[in-house]
């Protein structure tokens, strides 16, 4: 008995066994050809050997543990419609390995046909390289880009011809020793940081060209913890405005976050823009540059300042309603209350430069306000209840005077019926 029930365990041992390693096998199994959800997937599915699944409806597309081979020069690994706007969720440890020079848009090659926005978020990474090198027209072709969550490593460049925003997750780049290749992310006209971890190396880690049509922020930094290494050796930073050959403005606005720069020109440059740095909010360190300071414009201004937070005022301008509406005839003393809005006056003659610093002496302000209003004595007017004799003590004393009056007239009645009586 014993023996037949350790071959059934063992039976059902070397099945599960089975059954895992086939499981394990399978969804190792690369991608050697195109997914085209352009023209050949256009509805629903899912290939979970493969490491895939595609909702045509949200153009949403969920890889886990995704391996693309793409061994046909020039074709890239996803195709979608041109000008749409996808999602790729990231599960588990994800590849693409193309030998062309586009890896994920809506074209094998070139830039006639683009997405029109990528949303790249999920709990996994997504790894990118090509064979035959890399290129400045970049492996992501895309005219709005945006990591929110999850892990994009780069081994070649990139390029959003409108804007990139980093909100969160992990962008991890090495392009320090790639040939021909000045910038390892390139963005057409916005790059926005408000989050996440940046970790770029390149001889030249982001160039944006700024919009050239109008006065515009083409850099701004709200937080992130960044770090930039680059190798040009002349006037131009990791994070670089280019000249688009007009005569407006594309600035850097940095007022937030931590960047670390090395081994380049500046942390930050512009060509053709201003430069302001709020170091209230930012922290920038710099490592082995070639030239000293933080930021270089060719054209416009760099202002480096500490700013803080504005004041919140929505407390005392409520106290200070509330006082106004009062009428100081109505009471006894109104000193208090004219003298804290005095005070609150004075305060707000200076509206506009009242910070964070400033707080605490505007609480205590509204405080003061208050406690004006709430020790306010009226004056001691009658009140209706001692007038009308209709209503609350009025009627009892009125009873009792009727009272009074009544027994007055009793007891003169008697005595005149017993004076008659005699």
């Not at 000008?83 to 990231?90: G, H, N």
């Not at 693409?96 to 830039?111: W, Y």
């Not at 969550?149 to 962008?171: A, M, N, P, Q, Y």
């Not at 970790?199 to 030249?204: A, N, S, T």
Request: aromatic residues 4%; negative net charge; hydrophobic residues 35%.
């Amino acid at each position: 008995m014993k023996t037949k029930l350790m071959k059934v365990t063992l039976g059902i041992l070397f099945i599960v066994g089975m059954f895992l390693t086939t499981n394990k096998v399978e969804a190792a199994t690369a991608t050697t050809s195109t997914l085209n959800f352009k023209d050949t997937i256009t509805t629903s599915q899912s290939d979970p050997v493969h490491g895939w699944s595609w909702d045509a409806d949200t153009k949403t597309l969920t890889l886990t543990d995704f391996d693309c081979e793409v061994t046909t020069l020039n074709k890239a690994c996803l195709l979608f419609p041109n000008e749409s706007d996808i999602i790729i969720v990231l599960e588990g440890d994800n590849i693409i390995n193309t030998a062309g020079l586009a890896s994920i848009g809506a074209k094998d090659f070139g830039t006639t046909e683009l997405l029109h926005s990528l949303l790249i978020k999920g709990n996994g990474s997504l790894a990118i390289n090509t064979t035959t090198g890399a290129s400045n027209e970049g492996v992501i072709r895309t005219k709005n880009l945006t990591l929110e969550s999850g892990k994009l490593e780069l081994k070649t460049s990139i390029r959003v011809t409108e804007e990139f925003k980093i909100t969160g997750g992990e962008l991890y780049a090495r392009l320090l020793d790639k040939s021909g290749v000045t910038a390892a992310v390139r963005v057409g006209k916005k790059l926005t940081i408000s989050g996440g971890t940046v970790d770029v190396q390149g001889k030249r880690p982001f160039q944006v060209t700024g919009d050239p049509d109008q006065d515009s922020v083409a850099v701004e930094i709200t937080g992130g913890d960044i770090t930039l290494k680059g190798e040009y050796d002349f006037n131009e930073g990791t994070i670089h405005v280019e000249n688009t050959g007009s005569d407006h403005k594309a600035n850097i606005v940095i007022n937030g976050g931590k960047i670390t720069c090395s081994d380049s020109g500046y942390c930050v440059s512009t060509a053709v823009g201003d430069i302001s740095i709020n170091t209230g909010k930012a922290t920038i360190n710099t490592s082995h540059m070639k030239y000293e300071g933080i930021a270089h414009t060719g054209k416009g201004q760099v202002n480096i300042f500490e700013k803080k937070d504005p004041a919140d005022l929505t407390e005392l301008n409520k106290a200070i309603a509330e006082a106004e509406a009062l009428n100081e005839d109505d009471y006894e003393d109104f000193s208090a209350v004219t003298a804290a809005l005095t005070k609150a006056a004075e305060l707000l003659e200076n509206k506009e430069g009242l910070t964070e610093d400033d707080q605490a002496e505007i609480d205590e302000l509204v405080k003061q306000i208050n406690a004006a209003i709430k020790a306010l004595k009226p004056y001691n007017v009658p009140s209706t209840d001692e007038v009308n004799p209709n209503t609350g003590d009025g009627i009892v004393t009125y009873i009792v005077m009727a009272t009074i009056s009544l027994i007055g007239l009793a007891t003169l009645t008697t005595k005149r019926l017993l004076l008659n009586k005699n």
